[in-house]
């Protein structure tokens, strides 16, 4: 064979080769997808009605979060926080220290980072007093009326996170008495004579502070009269808060949602309609939608306040009994995880929407709310169904379209 015939067929070879190693590159997806069809999706939107508002006062003891303050809210109307605080008489104490009858007693408060509630660069001035109505954390509510006299005490918040304050001598002898109390009848007598402290604003007051539960106590300072001296840490016995909100705006196509369940609202959902035209449908998925009145909320906050963020709506069955129990502390049919931007909330509803086409759910009746089971203070503004059209709450139903 020639020279120049070899190099015919060595180029020849290597040209088969390359054209092997392309083939065998392709995608190997791409094989029959001109013979599948895509599953298809079909949106469905349906009008839901409001059929009522509702408005309950919530639990507000034993929670997490101790709010405190007042602050005038041009949308939500002035809210007034009373906290309750009572010092426990058992703290623990290191066997190491001798509690001597000469200690002094202060209050602590840390507050937490959570954000304030109101004008964040005003100070806040509160007077401390004795409570003189019965009351207990596990049953107060918001709209509880509660009694106070014989001042105590004061202070003031500003930037600082650490705020201790002093409390009168006449109050801490008194707790002094039930402390160094050994009989097995101490601890229902303090809880009866003594009746905790009310944390009261100031009338001029612009803004409301949280602490954390666990962050807000009193504190014992032994030895004073002597080289050394021990702090003992008093958590609390017992704590709560009332709230008193008057003047709010009500404004034109929207409903309010309060985290102390003073607004909520009752749906009617659209089940006859769901069962005559989804019955067939292959239903992957179905939404409640609520759009937030951004403008309004915004356009009433001053420079330089806050209003702290509603950041999921829950959705209820209506219970037969004990309401406020259920909203506040029982199982939703449906949450929404976050709001999902543009002031836009949806709720997961799908099991709720096959229990009514294929199984036994017979309530169209639904509630609409946001609670805040810690105790922060959050409210926001919905648009109802007399607003635009696409502003108006909807239910959307994500289904496969039929592939015939």
């Not at 009605?49 to 007042?70: C, D, H, M, V, W």
């Amino acid at each position: 064979m020639s020279r120049t015939n070899k190099g015919f067929f060595s180029l020849c070879i290597s040209l088969l080769t390359l054209v092997i190693i392309f083939n065998g590159c392709e995608d190997p997806g791409s094989v029959g997808s001109d013979f599948v069809e895509r599953p298809r999706l079909t949106f469905d939107t349906l009008s839901i009605s409001q059929t009522e508002a509702l408005s309950y006062n919530a639990y507000s003891g034993r929670l997490s979060f101790i709010p405190f303050g007042k602050y005038s809210d041009q949308l939500f109307g002035e809210v007034d926080v009373l906290s309750l605080v009572q010092p426990s008489i058992n703290p623990p104490v290191d066997d190491s220290i001798d509690v001597d009858e000469n200690f002094q007693l202060k209050m602590r408060i840390q507050l937490d980072s959570l954000p304030h509630y109101g004008d964040t660069l005003s100070q806040s001035n509160f007077n401390i007093y004795e409570i003189s109505s019965d009351w207990r954390g596990r049953s107060i509510r918001i709209d509880d009326e509660i009694q106070y006299s014989n001042q105590v005490g004061s202070f003031t918040v500003g930037d600082e996170e650490d705020i201790i304050v002093d409390l009168s001598q006449d109050w801490v002898d008194r707790y002094k008495n039930f402390y160094f109390n050994e009989s097995a009848s101490s601890d229902s007598l303090y809880a009866n004579q003594m009746k905790g402290l009310a944390l009261v604003a100031d009338q001029n007051n612009s803004r409301i502070s949280f602490a954390r539960t666990s962050n807000f106590n009193f504190m014992i300072v032994n030895g004073v009269e002597s080289d050394t001296t021990d702090t003992i840490s008093v958590p609390l016995m017992d704590w709560g808060f009332t709230l008193e909100r008057t003047g709010a705006v009500n404004s034109p196509n929207t409903f309010p949602l309060h985290s102390t369940l003073e607004g909520m609202m009752k749906i009617t959902m659209p089940n006859d309609v769901l069962k005559e035209e989804s019955q067939s449908e292959n239903i992957i998925r179905a939404d409640l939608v609520f759009y937030e009145a951004e403008d309004e909320m915004s356009q009433s906050l001053s420079a330089n306040h806050n209003r702290p963020p509603v950041n999921f709506l829950n959705l209820y069955l209506e219970p037969d009994i004990e309401p406020v129990y259920e909203y506040q502390f029982g199982a939703t049919i449906g949450s929404s995880d976050t709001d999902i931007g543009d002031g836009v909330f949806k709720i997961n509803i799908t099991n709720y929407v096959n229990s009514v086409l294929f199984g036994e759910q017979s309530e169209d009746e639904l509630v609409i709310g946001t609670r805040s089971t810690p105790g922060q203070l959050r409210s926001t503004l919905i648009y109802d169904f007399t607003a635009p059209e696409n502003l108006r709450p909807k239910l959307i139903i994500t289904s496969l379209a039929d592939q015939q």
